[in-house]
């Protein structure tokens, strides 16, 4: 007689798929993507490695939905952002005060997300997350500025600017900032963005 899923049987699987990658987002926010090898997520969610294999087929699964599911939060953030601001000055001064923030705060996982050599099912999330970005800021500046330049155009403007001046905040390998440094940031990069839009 074949094996029926029941569903008592479907809801423990999936405390256990939800354990394991809670296990792996504390990893990969502890040390990088490059720390959140197989055993060391078993460890973390108190299982065995095999159970992990049993609901995904590599570790390369498992970090892509892992990333997903965290970009998908972050992204929600920036448009919480973008949906309180009332013209476009706000849009992309609390794009970057939001953006900022957040990555000094989590700063080994914002490395992670960002800027870590990852898998390639990791990378397509990474993509994919900063089309998000830029179609939530492009949606928030349409009708809310004059400029002749396409929305999209200065979304990707303000993304890119933050991500660049985010490689030294954020690398590993060197101290963390001090708070007069991320205010200094935040305030140069709020000016460079309300400068491109014509707001001041």
Request: aromatic share 6%; net charge negative; hydrophobic share 45%.
């Amino acid at each position: 007689m074949a094996y029926r899923e029941t569903p008592r049987t479907r809801a423990k699987a999936e405390q256990r798929r939800a354990r394991v990658e809670r296990a792996t987002h504390h990893v990969i926010a502890s040390g990088g993507f490059a720390s959140a090898s197989i055993a060391a997520v078993a460890r973390k969610a108190e299982c065995s490695a095999g159970l992990i294999y049993t609901y995904y087929d590599n570790r390369d699964e498992l970090l892509g939905i892992v990333f997903a599911r965290a970009a998908g939060h972050e992204l929600a953030v920036i448009e919480a952002a973008v949906a309180a601001s009332t013209n476009a000055a706000d849009v992309v001064s609390s794009v970057v005060d939001v953006f900022i923030r957040r990555a000094v705060a989590g700063r080994t996982l914002a490395h992670a997300l960002l800027f870590e050599e990852v898998p390639d099912t990791v990378q397509i999330e990474r993509r994919a997350l900063r089309r998000g970005y830029v179609a939530v800021i492009a949606e928030g500046l349409t009708h809310r500025y004059t400029v002749d330049v396409p929305a999209e155009v200065v979304a990707r403007s303000v993304v890119g600017s933050i991500s660049e001046n985010l490689v030294d905040l954020l690398d590993p390998d060197r101290a963390p900032p001090s708070a007069s440094e991320v205010e200094s940031l935040i305030t140069a990069l709020s000016t460079f963005a309300r400068t491109a839009i014509g707001e001041q």
